[in-house]
Nanobody, 121 residues
């Protein structure tokens, strides 16, 4: 089994900062890409940012310059530092990881349970 456990999130005023972390555990051979997605009420889940195992990053246009994603490969953990938060950043944030559980196995997508981020105006 593989688990993704998120921490962080909460309530913050507009302009403030929050950090999220997500640790993967279990039967893991390799973690290819780790990332964060979010889903606001009544909207589809959308990409926030991703980071590959060699550190290449990708961001949604809406968060570029404000959010920073990073990962610690030794700890199988991904982080996102969110600065200059806006009310429109309010959503449930989900951790995602593309994981190979053993050599020669296929890559599977795993999700965390989600953590609420609320930005008040």
């Amino acid at each position: 089994q593989v688990q993704l456990v998120e921490s962080g999130g909460g309530l913050v005023q507009a302009g403030g900062s929050l950090g999220l972390s997500c640790a993967a555990s279990g039967s893991i051979f390799k973690i290819n890409v780790m990332g964060w997605y979010r889903q606001a009420p009544g909207k589809q889940r959308e990409l926030v940012a991703t980071v590959t195992s060699d550190g290449s990053t990708n961001y949604a246009d809406s968060v570029k310059g404000r959010f920073t994603i990073s990962r610690d490969n030794a700890k199988n953990t991904v982080y996102v530092q969110m600065n200059s938060l806006k009310p429109e950043d309010t959503a449930v944030y989900y951790c995602n990881a593309l994981i190979t559980r053993q050599a020669m196995d296929i890559i599977r997508a795993y999700w965390g349970q989600g953590t609420q981020v609320t930005v008040s105006s």
